[in-house]
């Protein structure tokens, strides 16, 4: 079967099909760059594991504290997430109330916010 009529029946221009390729050409060159980048991010943090000179004798004796650590850390890291978007949908909500006990408390609560550093929040 000829490529244009094939083209032709299922309604596709040429050249959209070739902007489709194109499309696709990209997609696969992003695939294997990131599958590059991210291989030699590995080999460089090996390098840099053994370069150091990390004793693995001590990781691999408080393997399971550590993992425990990571877990809590994962844990603790979710529920601010989660308490963060809480309050900032309330505060959000508040500024755009017409009450303004609400917005008055919300718009305090937002530059009070907005007004400290990131690392005492």
């Known amino acids: 079967m000829n490529q244009p009529n094939s083209v032709a029946k299922r309604g596709i221009p040429p050249e959209a ?20 980048s991210l291989a030699g991010m590995v080999v460089l943090l090996a390098l840099g594991l053994v370069v150091l000179g990390l004793d693995f004798k001590f990781m691999g004796k408080y393997l399971g504290f550590i993992l425990m650590g990571i877990g809590f850390t994962l844990l603790v ?12 949908v309330i505060g959000a909500l ?10 008055g408390m919300a718009t ?14």
Do not use: W
């Open 77 to 88: 890291s979710t529920l601010a997430i989660s308490l963060a978007c809480v309050f900032s």
């Open 17 to 36: 099909l070739e902007v489709m390729k194109g499309i696709d050409a990209r997609r696969r060159h992003f695939s294997r760059n990131l599958k590059i």
């Open 108 to 121: 305090l609560y937002v530059s009070l916010i907005r007004g400290t550093p990131l690392l005492v929040q």
């Open 94 to 103: 508040g500024r755009l109330s017409r009450n303004p006990i609400f917005n």
